[in-house]
């Protein structure tokens, strides 16, 4: 089967360079994705919606502090 087809996977985090974004969305194909934010030196992270309006602003320590509390009983 195909690994992206919706009865397989529901939702996946990738990191890719600037450079390789339209590699990136050629190999992606038909697949529905979004454009969720961009890394960069800041200790921030940034979530963008669908129309680009910041929607999670967190410092890197509460997005790890968040991670980890999620994830402490395991």
Do not use: C, W
């Not at 200790?43 to 129309?51: A, C, E, H, N, P």
């Amino acid at each position: 089967p195909n690994e992206l087809e919706p009865s397989v996977i529901k939702r996946i985090l990738v990191t890719i360079a600037p450079d390789n974004k339209d590699e990136f969305e050629k190999i992606i194909g038909k697949n529905v994705f979004a454009h969720i934010g961009e890394m960069t030196k800041k200790q921030t992270i940034v979530v963008k919606g669908l129309q680009g309006e910041k929607i999670i602003t967190l410092t890197l320590s509460q997005a790890t502090d968040a991670y980890r509390k999620t994830f402490k009983k395991y």
